[in-house]
């Protein structure tokens, strides 16, 4: 039995007559939002860049997940999905999807200041019966201690005023099975009632719910999933540094382990781990862990191992560049791709940045070439454009360095081509003798 | 091409006239023997116990992974096996299969006393144009670097009088899937006849191989499917230790993140890992690389996540006590199953037995029963006889701990029954006041 105020809200959301506010319009949000309003509910995207939010509402798409005609069929033809940058329009929504950055500072603490902006907009313009769910990665503990204070903080009150879920989003960037509307969606709420509502409400657009005792379950659940991934991928960077003193090709080992048909899950090696989830998101558990006494040595270790990876690769280029009597200082060094995983657009911690930086610094003469990614910004500030690709350009460096495997580009004429490269993801399969691979 | 007497050896196994000699009759051994010989090669099994052997001989099996009537057949029927302890037989064999153990001494590094043993016989009686194959785990470069030259001392050359293989065992007791010819077995051959001549013969018996480029790949290969599965579990442990002082049910977070449709594998979290295989296997890989100057973090930190978990599971069993008002001292403690996994007869390695040796040293009244297990022997001497499962030796215990989840225990009936529970399995899925999980 659900209180009434409840009662009456899933009434609303079950005839579909609820307004969606979704709190950030980037690579979790707009996804999000689109497929609510392709399943016919009234969608209200907030987004700070007003940049962005004029782009959608002209149905202009800038998420490589997002199909142009989606978006175009929302905006320009439905009409249910509008975008603004103006927060005090939250007034207009019955919902409140967050799906705000989670980042961490640069002592990898987490950077909570997305959220609590979110939320205290919210506090600021929310009316009574809400259903707000939190969708951004963050540490267990979160949407019952962070956030529901805030929420609360101008009299509203949960279960009676609003009801709060965390459902934590499992996009996974370029992948071409697995959107938004398919992929499983765990939610987790404070109380029965928030429980139900969430529920319902995800219902529209999402096709299966899984649905867990309480928020802090579900946001382990997220942490689980990419610590796990973040485990693994150190784990066998360790083991391909020690195979490569033991003259053993760790991506053979790999594809021969991939034969075991139970019990066993392929990672690969590489420069470091990208993105915005796998290298963050156990340092969100690390950061509660510690209030709790308790240390994470697992996370340590391979966050340590993480951390250096991009010198080992600097070591590794410095060595190759050694059989042909160059050192590194004035060397030409040209990387192939800056994106942290093939054929996105995204560099964020991407691990070629660092490795240009110290390469940069130890008096290497740095070129990129990356065809999702036009120019980047390296951490001392120093800025580079992505030099075209041809046969001059990859014969004329002393070294190429491959660090990210876009499909569009041919490695193997790059074996051919080039004097010396550095194949940090096995992008090259056939055997040269100038190719050193990591 | 293959060099004269390969290819003459070649049509000896094509044409199935050689004597498959197979060096240890344990459960790598044994299924291995019984396999081909259902194949219709002729095998002879060498085991030093002679009770195993004469066992064999009458066509009486003692592992669980052989049916007894595939035993049956190839003895009494067939005769296609025989088994000796009389090692000068070796004479008699074209092919060795060395399938002795690899274990740890107590200071966890490897005891290649029985490889060493085998190879040592080997040498003694191996007569010229012979196939030998090490099945066993163990750290790479073994086969190159330490059985070659034992082979080679008496004078005997290989590539010329024998050819040598390494292809790991990837036996997983109990499972009801996957047995020794059905899964797909990794081999390296050091040089291109001996590759040849690995794959005929192992084709005889095995559905699928997967060849490698040298043995220290595929020793590379078994260390790395077990040292996933070691880093993963001491992973879920060590977070498991951390949910139950947030109050997070672990086991209902796994259960959710398997919902992920990519990207994840489940593991769970136990009182520690037992067993010949995944608590060992990394510790080889660590041995060899301090060899080469190079420090295993993750091995070391998975390992030591490992070694603490049975006395974290003493404290949880005492904090568990403490909310009756009672110590471990004195009070009556049952354990559940003593086998490291569900549904074996096997305690080796077994954190059951290391859990019992501090419980009593700290003078609980320890007891055990397992269906499978009729006596265990402790770190300490002490011997233990499993009593009987009733209502009756359930209620009486002051605290019933499940470390064994057979499938045959009636585990809500123990619940039910129990004045406490300490469940390291998660073997109870009601929830019951008096069950405390790990």
New interface residues.
């Given amino acids: 039995m659900l209180h009434q105020n409840a009662e009456l809200f899933l009434d609303k959301i079950q005839n579909n007559s609820i307004v969606v506010g979704v709190l950030g319009l980037g690579y979790v949000g707009l996804p999000l939002a689109v497929t609510f309003a392709r399943n016919g509910v009234k969608v209200l995207g907030f987004e700070k860049s007003s940049a962005k939010a004029e782009s959608i509402n002209r149905g202009e798409n800038y998420i490589a997940d997002v199909a142009d005609s989606d978006l175009a069929a929302v905006t320009n033809e439905t009409q249910m999905l509008e975008a603004t940058a103006d927060f005090s329009r939250l007034k207009e929504v019955d919902v409140a999807l967050i799906c705000v950055p989670t980042p961490l500072d640069k002592f990898k603490k987490p950077d909570m200041s997305y959220i609590e902006a979110a939320c205290e907009d919210l506090a600021t313009y929310m009316t009574s019966n809400m259903v707000i769910s939190l969708e951004s990665t963050t540490y267990?503990?979160t949407t019952e201690e962070f956030i529901l204070p805030i929420l609360q903080k101008n009299g509203l009150v949960h279960g009676q005023d609003f009801w709060l879920c965390y459902s934590p989003e499992?996009i996974?960037p370029g992948?071409k099975?697995?959107k938004t509307h398919n992929?499983?969606k765990?939610i987790g709420a404070i109380g029965e009632d928030a429980r139900v509502l969430g529920i319902a409400l995800y219902e529209l657009a999402i096709d299966?719910l899984?649905p867990?005792?309480?928020p802090?379950?579900?946001e382990?659940?997220k942490i689980?999933?990419n610590?796990?991934?973040f485990?693994?991928i150190?784990?066998i960077n360790?083991?391909t540094?020690?195979?490569g003193?033991?003259?053993?090709?760790?991506w053979?080992?790999?594809e021969?382990?991939k034969?075991?048909?139970?019990?066993?899950?392929a990672f690969y090696p590489g420069p470091g781990i990208g993105g915005h989830c796998i290298p963050l998101d156990p340092f969100y558990?690390e950061y509660?862990?510690k209030q709790?006494?308790?240390d994470?040595?697992?996370i340590?270790?391979?966050g340590?191992?993480d951390t250096i990876m991009p010198h080992r690769v600097v070591v590794k280029i410095s060595f190759s560049l050694n059989k042909q009597k160059k050192a590194i200082k004035g060397s030409s060094i040209l990387f192939l791709g800056v994106a942290y995983k093939p054929d996105i657009n995204d560099e964020r911690e991407s691990p070629a940045l660092k490795i240009m930086d110290e390469i940069a610094h130890k008096g290497g003469v740095v070129s990129y070439h990356d065809p999702f990614i036009p120019e980047v910004v390296i951490h001392d500030g120093h800025r580079y454009e992505s030099v075209p690709f041809d046969d001059q350009v990859i014969s004329d460096a002393d070294c190429v360095v491959i660090t990210t495997n876009h499909s569009n580009i041919d490695f193997e004429k790059v074996a051919e081509k080039a004097k010396l490269v550095v194949d940090l993801r096995n992008a090259i399969k056939e055997n040269h003798d100038n190719v050193f691979k990591l």
């Fill in positions: 267990p503990t499992r996974d992948n099975s697995y992929t499983p765990v299966t899984y867990v005792s309480s802090r379950v579900a382990m659940v689980l999933e610590t796990y991934r485990i693994n150190s784990l360790e083991l540094l020690l195979a003193k033991m003259d053993i090709d760790i053979e080992v790999i021969a382990a034969t075991k048909p139970y019990g066993f899950q558990l509660i862990a709790y006494n308790f994470l040595t697992m340590n270790t391979a340590r191992i």
